[in-house]
């Protein structure tokens, strides 16, 4: 299973971003599969901001509730991330990676990020 | 929000062993997943389920818990294994489940 997320690279502040994940090697919509999206600031430590499930359904980091859509394509098997109003704080690199686990879920495996920088 | 805490960094010699803690509130009752993260990469997950590996990952590379403490130890270190380490429980009982801890920057002098 190989992840990729990719997108614009420049967003200007107050703008939407939006990014893909491309799966590859295995099906998005296969049962139990959840995804989830992890952000990390240039020079800083990782961020869980949400995570989505294969019928569609999706659970946001309070911090992000209202801002973030999360959603799913599995005519392309990919995955899609939507934040409204982005500033300079939402500057970061972006992975997207598959959950595992019954109860103390982990990540595995990670796709190779994409940096969005957001400018004024 | 769940806490967990890591040291910003720890220096150990080639060849030796590298010992990188996280400590957490009742750490015990958690499953602890660590990962591995070299310069410019995604993270790699290198130990889940506190001490179990996933294929791929060397046997010298280990993971334990005691209390609140859980503890990745790294032996006979080599040069490809500088890199920030992570560790991640998943707090089904918050609101932000998924949590990191800050990160552990290794350095083999």
């Known amino acids: 299973l190989q992840l990729r997320a990719s997108g614009p690279g420049l967003v200007k502040s107050s703008e939407t971003l939006s990014l893909t994940c491309s799966v590859s090697g295995g099906s998005i919509s296969s049962s139990n599969s959840h995804w989830v999206w992890i952000r990390q600031p240039p020079g800083k430590g990782l961020e869980w901001i949400g995570t989505v499930f294969y019928r569609g359904n999706a659970n946001y980091s309070p911090s992000l509730q209202g801002r973030l859509t999360l959603l799913v394509d599995t005519s392309k098997n990919q995955l899609s991330l939507r934040l409204h109003s982005v500033t300079a704080a939402d500057t970061a690199f972006y992975f997207c990676?598959?959950?595992?686990?019954?109860?103390?879920?982990?990540?595995?495996?990670w796709g190779q990020g994409t940096l969005v920088t957001v400018s004024s | 929000s769940y806490v967990l805490t890591q040291p910003p960094s720890v220096s150990v010699a080639l060849g030796q062993t590298a010992r990188i803690t996280c400590g957490g509130n009742?750490?015990?009752?958690?499953?602890v997943h660590w990962y591995q993260q070299r310069p410019g990469q995604a993270p790699v997950l290198v130990v889940y389920d506190d001490s179990d590996r996933p294929s791929g990952i060397p046997e010298r590379i280990s993971g334990s818990e005691g209390g609140n403490t859980a503890t990745l130890t790294i032996s006979r270190v080599e040069a490809g294994d500088e890199a920030d380490y992570y560790c991640?429980?998943?707090?089904?009982?918050?609101?932000?489940?998924?949590?990191f801890g800050g990160g552990t920057q290794l350095t083999i002098l």
């Open positions: 990676a598959r959950r595992f686990g019954d109860f103390g879920y982990y990540f595995d495996p």
């Open positions: 991640q429980v998943w707090d089904s009982n918050s609101d932000h489940p998924a949590v």
């Open positions: 009742n750490l015990g009752s958690k499953s």
